[in-house]
């Protein structure tokens, strides 16, 4: 493999809670009604588009990004690494593959977050949500880090936690393999066999 394309949420990181909080932050903020465990863990992973349609009906993206963007620092600390993330991304940047994340976080957001986990000086690319960009599950994030990696779609892989990564992968023409943070499985097993 010349690269490994990873989502950010779920999979380098354990953000469910901190979204959590984000999102009925924002939902208060707005005036929309507050958002239950139930309703977060149907919607997570979607996407800004998804998020304005069933939350925040009528709010601009650019609005939904800001309102995000400013309510992301008061919840940080519910962010978590994935313990083996940093151990993971030096071992293939050691042998001289590739690391790209491919979120549905805004750009600088993203960016942002995998600072504060002390991930971002390992990744190569990072490609978030902006402007021009549609999110997953299209294909437009994996085939724009494909692109500024100058790594063809078969010889990357794509871990992901959710159908929108799968699709996403699928669409771009990336192998893609389901990992799951929140299943307990060890990310350097999981890719123990990646050549």
Known sequence: MDAVL?????????????????MNDVAETLGFPAITPEQ????????????????????????LTRHYEEAFPRHIVHMR????????????????TKVGVVTNTPQ????????????????????????????KPAPDLVLDVLAR??????????????????????????PFRLYQLKAGTSLRTFLSDVP
């Open 40 to 63: 977060m863990e149907a919607a997570f992973g979607q996407g800004l588009a998804e998020d304005e349609r069933v939350f925040y009906p009528g709010t601009s993206m650019e609005a």
């Open 108 to 135: 600088g957001l993203a960016e942002a977050i995998l600072s504060v986990l002390e991930l971002l000086p390992l990744i190569d690319v990072t490609a978030g949500l902006r402007p021009g960009i549609r999110e």
């Open 149 to 174: 990696l100058s790594v063809d779609a078969g010889n990357a892989l794509m871990l992901g936690d959710s159908i929108y990564d799968g699709q996403a992968a699928e669409a771009a023409g990336v």
């Open 6 to 22: 990873f989502d950010m949420d779920g999979v380098l990181a354990d953000s469910h809670d901190v979204w959590f909080y984000v």
């Open 81 to 96: 690494a994935n313990p083996e993330a940093k151990e993971v991304l030096e071992s293939l940047r050691a042998r001289g």
